[in-house]
T-cell receptor, first 113, second 114 residues
């Protein structure tokens, strides 16, 4: 079966621009997570959806970051007024229930010039 | 303040020998632990997990040990193979406490030499 997919795989943008990153979870997985990984670090949690609602958004660094999952499947992470410090690999993961492993997509590498 | 620590940035072993990767945590609310393997330009791949009610879980060549009193877990790979060369991340969650998010260590780069 298909795994978690993310598009685009790479995104280069200029400081101050708006970007959208898309995640397609494994079919049937109700939980969806966004993480951000900087060079030399482990993935850092951003936000968690259970169904359509954001159950935990405590990892979003500031109000420039927003994520949606309107139909409980595909999710979009939106970043406004991008800054150079936003450059990282953005990872999406999904799982079927709690206490289950999270399956990760390949990530989107965001570069803000 | 790092809640999950992998103090060895790198580890090198010979093919056929045992690889032991270590992880320490500070949050006593963590009750579920996972190991992920990551190749360059790919997302992390789940390897093995353990619940806090157990002290050992085994899957083929991979075994995870959990010492709750020491807040320490380790991943053993026996025998190590060149294809095991990757970055290994330890992760923890406090799912019973209502927190589903994974908290990751910084990773250990394992190199298995032929």
């Amino acid at each position: 079966g298909a795994g978690v997919s993310q598009t685009p795989s790479n995104k280069v943008t200029e400081k101050g621009k708006y970007v959208e990153l898309r995640c397609d979870p494994i079919s049937g997985h109700t939980a969806l997570y966004w993480y951000r990984q900087s060079l030399g670090q482990g993935p850092e949690f951003l936000i968690y959806f259970q169904g359509t609602g954001a159950a935990d958004d405590s990892g979003l660094p500031n109000d420039r970051f927003f994520a949606v999952r309107p139909e409980g499947s595909v999710s979009t992470l939106k970043i406004q007024r991008t800054e150079r410090g936003d450059s990282a690999v953005y990872l999406c993961a999904s799982s079927s229930t709690s206490y289950n492993e999270q399956f990760f997509g390949p990530g989107t590498r965001l570069t803000v010039l | 303040d790092q809640q999950v620590k992998q103090n060895s940035p790198s580890l090198s072993v010979q093919e056929g020998r045992i690889s032991i990767l270590n992880c320490d945590y500070t949050n006593s609310m963590f009750d579920y632990f996972l190991w992920y393997k990551k190749y360059p330009a790919e997302g992390p791949t789940f390897l093995i997990s353990i619940s806090s009610i157990k002290d050992k879980n085994e899957d083929g060549r991979f075994t995870v040990f959990l010492n709750k009193s020491a807040k320490h877990l380790s991943l053993h790979i026996v025998p190590s193979q060149p294809g095991d060369s990757a970055v290994y991340f330890c992760a923890a969650s406090a799912a019973r406490g209502g927190s589903e998010k994974l908290v990751f260590g910084k990773g250990t780069k394992l190199t298995v030499n032929p």
